[in-house]
């Protein structure tokens, strides 16, 4: 009996030690697969729910317009650089560095409802466009925003667009496909102007202000852009896509 003891006492031990690790590796592989599957999760949400409730809820905003309109087809004043929010150096001036969409520095009243309808035909794009680039209030609704301080629908000047590339109805998601000539069509109340693409910026920074001024040329490469007055268009977006280190611009002008 001596003799017994102290051997099954000892298999006890060996068993204990191979056990332990083992635990250890089995909840670490846990961890990990949950991990996984959150983050899974995470990614299918900001890249496939957002955008189904972006394009639906803007898909609506088209419709609602566009069945007031045929309501009440009279033309109304269309929104110039006096109707956006102000930015903080003026209504009329160019916005300081903020070619951002979504930047935080949106002003708190930029206005969520949409006044005009974009179209693309290249494209097949159908959006709505509100005024300001907030991006809760307006880009994330999957909405095309207007940079505040920048000439409305058809007036001399600068139309100035901001729109989502990636998630969030990522109404400009193809926008690099645009070339000149291609139209850019913009509805309001009555009224329908149409824009012909002229230039395409492949690449600039966030903080390229000049691509939305009043007569668009970049201040960071200024090979690119318009020498003078005039009624142009301007779309801005994120690039390369899934990021928003810079920015991708598409200019065009008014067709007479």
Same mark, same amino acid.
């Given at each position: 009996?001596? #003799?017994?003891?102290?051997?099954?006492?000892?298999?006890?031990?060996?068993?204990?030690?191979?056990?332990?690790?083992?635990?250890?590796?089995?909840?670490?592989?846990?961890?990990?697969?949950?991990?996984?599957?959150?983050?899974?999760?995470?990614?299918?949400?900001?890249?496939?729910?957002?955008?189904?409730?972006?394009?639906?809820?803007?898909?609506?905003?088209?419709?609602?317009?566009?069945?007031?309109?045929?309501? $009440?087809?009279?033309?109304?004043?269309?929104?110039?650089?006096?109707?956006?929010?102000?930015? %903080?150096?003026?209504?009329?001036?160019?916005?300081?560095?903020? %070619?951002?969409?979504?930047?935080?520095?949106?002003?708190?009243?930029? !206005?969520?409802?949409?006044?005009?309808?974009? &179209?693309? %035909?290249?494209? =097949?794009?159908?959006?709505?466009?509100?005024?300001?680039?907030?991006?809760?209030?307006?880009?994330?609704?999957? *909405?095309?925003?207007? *940079?505040? =301080?920048?000439?409305?629908?058809?007036? &001399?000047?600068?139309?100035?667009?901001?729109? /989502?590339?990636?998630? /969030? =109805?990522?109404?400009?998601?193809?926008?690099?496909?645009?070339?000149?000539? $291609?139209?850019?069509?913009? $509805?309001? !109340?009555?009224? &329908? *102007?149409?824009?012909?693409? =002229?230039?395409?910026?492949?690449?600039?920074?966030?903080? #390229?202000?000049?691509?939305?001024?009043?007569?668009? !040329?970049?201040?960071?490469?200024?090979?690119?852009?318009? $020498?003078? %007055?005039?009624?142009?268009?301007?779309?801005?977006?994120?690039?390369?896509?899934?990021?928003?280190?810079? &920015?991708?611009?598409?200019?065009?002008?008014?067709?007479?």
């Amino acid at each position: 009996m001596r #003799d017994h003891i102290p051997v099954v006492v000892q298999g006890r031990g060996r068993q204990a030690r191979r056990v332990g690790p083992a635990r250890i590796l089995w909840a670490t592989a846990e961890l990990t697969v949950t991990a996984g599957v959150v983050v899974l999760l995470l990614v299918v949400h900001q890249m496939w729910w957002t955008n189904r409730q972006a394009v639906a809820a803007a898909q609506e905003q088209v419709r609602v317009l566009e069945q007031d309109w045929r309501a $009440d087809p009279r033309p109304s004043g269309s929104p110039s650089a006096s109707s956006p929010p102000a930015s %903080p150096s003026g209504p009329s001036a160019v916005p300081a560095p903020r %070619p951002e969409p979504g930047s935080a520095a949106e002003p708190s009243g930029a !206005r969520e409802r949409a006044y005009a309808v974009l &179209r693309i %035909p290249r494209l =097949g794009l159908v959006a709505p466009v509100a005024q300001g680039i907030d991006r809760r209030a307006v880009l994330d609704r999957g *909405y095309v925003g207007q *940079y505040p =301080g920048t000439a409305g629908p058809g007036e &001399r000047g600068n139309f100035a667009l901001a729109g /989502h590339r990636n998630t /969030h =109805g990522e109404p400009f998601r193809y926008v690099n496909r645009l070339r000149p000539g $291609d139209e850019l069509i913009v $509805d309001v !109340r009555g009224r &329908r *102007y149409t824009y012909v693409v =002229g230039k395409v910026l492949g690449e600039t920074t966030a903080r #390229d202000t000049g691509v939305i001024a009043p007569v668009p !040329r970049s201040v960071v490469k200024p090979e690119y852009g318009y $020498d003078e %007055p005039g009624a142009y268009i301007t779309l801005t977006t994120c690039t390369p896509e899934y990021s928003s280190k810079y &920015r991708l611009v598409v200019w065009g002008t008014l067709r007479p």
